[in-house]
């Protein structure tokens, strides 16, 4: 009995991605084995090499600030366009418009198999190692998706459309570059795939008042929990900035200058630097406090969320399994509160987020439009 394809995580993170690269194609070795098991016929390392092309190109007009998103963005719908062809046997750039409605539809509700309820990093990354050498994630999915039971949370009309303009872009550059006599198979979409499908995906969303109370049970020792200085900056991050917790690398990377207003820098290679909130400070000048570092002196070169070693960073994978931890103990508060309004937010409470905090935050959602890193 044949067994079921498995998706292939096909592009490294950013600060692993070098346009233009003149190193063997594709990089990681595990990738390569992985293209080496599918039919030939099918093009798949030529179609991988197109849509690297083809991000190398978009990536000259992207605006510093925003580079390492709108590679995040292209490279997930990127992934998803590849493996879908190599699940089906058929290669990229053979689509059709049938083809393209038919990957349209998949991106929809894809199976549950492809799916998490967390975002999970691609690769188990080494200090010690190149990339090279990085072997796959077994927890990572090509799909973000809530699941109820067996089913999966349908896609919302806004990102699919925005994944379809992606899809266009690459067959615009494909047809560009090769010259060859076809219809951009991607140039519509066609309206009954549409129909029926929310204008944009539900979340989460928390009350102030039931935030006020999740920071107030950290800085109050009313919840126990592991590396509470580290959950206060986290959490600090989601509400009251708009750093990608991804870029949050090294204390570094945060600056007081002359008035005492601290700043961010992203580390990217045109790096971007913008002032924190106030509300930020306080828990970010509490947490080093915490660690026991001096908030006068410019901050070390050591990881923002460190190991108990203190050398090496966790991971995202880590992160997300201290917040899941987070949330269960404040659920487990919530419940037992004299607090109706917190009682009766419980579920809420067990499914908190880096992501459903930011996007419930008032600061978030009026500065995002102004500081984008």
């Known amino acids: 009995m044949t067994a079921p394809f498995v998706p292939i995580p096909l592009f490294p993170p950013y600060k692993h991605w070098h346009a233009d690269s003149p190193e063997d194609f594709p990089e990681n070795h595990n990738i390569r084995y992985r293209l080496e098991e599918l039919d030939p016929v099918k093009l798949p390392f030529l179609s991988l090499w197109y849509c690297k092309r083809f991000l190398e190109a978009a990536a000259h007009n ?54 998490s309820q967390t975002r999970h990093s691609k690769f188990v990354s080494s200090p010690l190692a190149p990339f090279s050498e990085w072997k796959f994630n077994g ?91 580290q959950i206060l900056l986290y959490l600090a991050m989601a509400r009251f900035s708009v750093i990608h917790i991804r870029h949050a690398q090294n204390l570094s990377q945060f600056f007081k200058v002359g008035d005492g207003a601290w700043y961010f820098n992203n580390g990217g290679v045109a790096a971007v630097s913008i002032e924190l909130s106030a509300d930020f400070c306080v828990h970010l000048e509490h947490s080093l406090i915490l660690r026991g570092i001096d908030t006068n002196d410019s901050l070390p070169t050591v990881p923002c969320f460190p190991t108990n070693d203190g050398v090496f960073p966790y991971g995202l994978d880590s992160m997300q399994r201290h917040m899941k931890e987070f949330a269960r103990v404040m659920a487990d508060i919530a419940s037992q509160s004299e607090d109706p309004k917190i009682a009766a937010a419980e579920d809420k409470f067990r499914r908190m987020t880096f992501l459903s905090i930011r996007s419930s935050s008032e600061y978030y959602s009026v500065s995002r439009r102004r500081n984008r890193i």
């Open 62 to 115: 992207w605006p510093p600030s925003r580079a390492r998103e709108l590679y995040d963005l292209v490279t997930r719908v990127a992934e998803k366009m590849l493996n879908w062809s190599y699940l089906n046997g058929i290669s990229l750039l053979d689509w059709n418009q049938s083809e393209f409605c038919n990957f349209i539809n998949f991106l929809k509700q894809p199976p549950g198999t492809w799916c």
């Open 139 to 229: 927890k990572w999915r090509l799909f973000c998706r809530s699941i109820d039971g067996t089913n999966v949370r349908i896609q919302s009309r806004r990102d699919l459309q925005r994944s379809a303009q992606i899809v266009r872009e690459f067959f615009a550059y494909y047809i560009s570059t090769t010259g060859i006599r076809k219809d951009n198979c991607a140039e519509n979409v066609p309206d009954f795939i549409l129909d029926g499908m929310p204008a944009n995906a539900p979340s989460l969303a928390h009350l102030p008042y039931e935030l006020d109370w999740t920071f107030e049970q950290v800085l109050n020792n009313s919840a126990v929990v592991r590396r509470p200085e």
